[in-house]
């Protein structure tokens, strides 16, 4: 492989002349966490001493929402084993490889035995943050976590990982604070989305109960039950027997409480399947609560664990079916199953639901309105989408050097 001026090869790839090659232990220390002692145990209410578990770890940082607690009488025997903010941790056991910083409210928080805490850095923090988490140190942590039943993250292979060095502090934090400002971007657009979903959410709950009414409407809606108005396309076929090119839609093809699908394949195989048309509504009828539901776009066929539904009797329009679907008191009905280790929902106790529903013209109205706050939300998502695979660009392209900051 030809090398360009400037460029050297090293055992982590092609990076500039004036970059080096450490392992972590040249650069850091690395120690572990503590287990609680045997007979003790973390409480909720709120003592001087934080305790961070694999389980309150996000990548970059720690979430807050569910600390628990070191008792006073208990932390003395553990309190050698702490974090603070100039540190790193990463998980080694369990979901491994989960890397990121204190926030300063955990500063000098305890740290579990199933993570390491990485300290005396001195490197830029933030530079090796991000190398920790990139697909350079992240691509060897997932080879670990396919070995064994239980695979854990060895203290000392942490400490041999080899990471890429820029010469001075300033481009080591240059480099961070490039990926961090896409970071922030990605915060800002998950945080808009999660907002703009629970207005929708609010909306369907005013607009579908007839709280509130579009303008131009009036009059009584009538209530009915679902397996009134309407029921399964119950048309079953092998995929093998399916015409060539047919798309097939499984379980995992749906995205989980978002109404999008996420791939498709072509169909294959001896399983039976069902038959679906270009605006039936699809629904996972398997652990009902993950909320798979997607509105077709086109003919296919998908898995027997996916209801097909289908308005009846001209009562009902395919948008109002879709709108259904999503709602809490749908999804709690079909939660209503049967089998313990794979519950599926049940449709003799599905179809009896009560229903609210308005005049053809009024649904129509109202799928319009919230169709339009979901395409809204789809361009938030695309766009959230192509942020993180620039930022993986990114990511390749500065902390290997290809790309120098000024």
């Known amino acids: 492989m030809e090398v360009r001026a400037g460029y050297k090869m090293t055992e982590v790839g092609v990076i500039p002349t004036d970059w080096d090659v450490k392992t972590i232990d040249q650069i850091a220390f690395v120690t572990s966490g503590k287990r609680m002692p045997l007979g003790s145990s973390l409480v909720d209410q709120q003592t001087t001493h934080p305790y961070i578990r694999v389980t309150d770890m996000r990548p970059g940082t720690v979430a807050l929402a569910d600390i628990k607690f070191v008792p006073e009488n208990v932390f003395p025997a553990i309190s ?3 974090i603070y903010q100039a540190d790193i941790f990463i998980s080694v056991a369990g979901s491994l490889g989960v890397v990121g910083k204190v926030p300063a ?59 890429p060095l820029p010469p001075t502090d300033g481009e080591q934090r240059a480099i961070a604070t490039a990926l961090s400002d896409v970071d922030a971007l990605l915060g800002g657009l998950d945080r808009l989305i999660a907002k703009k979903r629970d207005l929708k959410q609010a909306a369907m709950q005013q607009l579908l109960t007839g709280q509130t009414r579009l303008p131009g409407f009036s009059g009584e809606w009538e209530v009915v039950e679902f397996g009134d108005i309407a029921t399964i396309r119950n048309t079953k076929v092998l995929a093998l027997a399916a015409p060539a090119g047919i798309q097939c839609v499984e379980l995992e093809s749906i995205g989980s409480g978002s109404g999008r699908l996420l791939m498709a394949t072509d169909a294959s195989g001896l399983s039976s399947k069902y038959s679906f048309k270009k605006g039936d509504v699809l629904f996972g009828r398997l ?14 066929v998908c898995s027997t664990e996916i209801w097909p539904l289908i308005a009846r009797d001209g009562r009902l329009c395919g948008g109002f079916l879709h709108l259904v679907v999503q709602t809490n008191n749908f999804v709690n009905a079909a939660g209503v199953s049967y089998g313990t280790h794979m519950p599926r929902s049940d449709w003799s106790v599905l179809k009896k639901l009560p229903v609210w529903l308005p005049p053809v013209p009024e649904q129509t109205a109202i799928a319009t309105i919230l169709s339009d706050m979901d395409a809204e939300l789809s361009a938030l998502e695309a766009r959230r989408d192509k942020t993180r695979d620039l930022k993986q660009a990114m990511m390749q392209e500065l902390l290997t050097g290809r790309i120098r900051l000024i």
């Open 105 to 163: 409210e955990l500063d000098g928080a305890n740290l579990t035995e199933n993570a390491n805490r990485i300290t005396d850095i001195t490197c830029s923090q933030d530079y090796l943050l991000y190398v920790l988490l990139s697909p350079l140190i992240q691509s060897t942590i997932n080879s670990i976590r396919t070995v064994g039943a239980q695979p854990k993250l060895a203290l000392t292979r942490i400490r041999k990982f080899t990471i």
């Open 287 to 300: 652990r009902a609560y993950l909320r798979k539901y997607w509105l077709a776009t086109f003919d296919g």
């Open 80 to 82: 050698r084993y702490r």
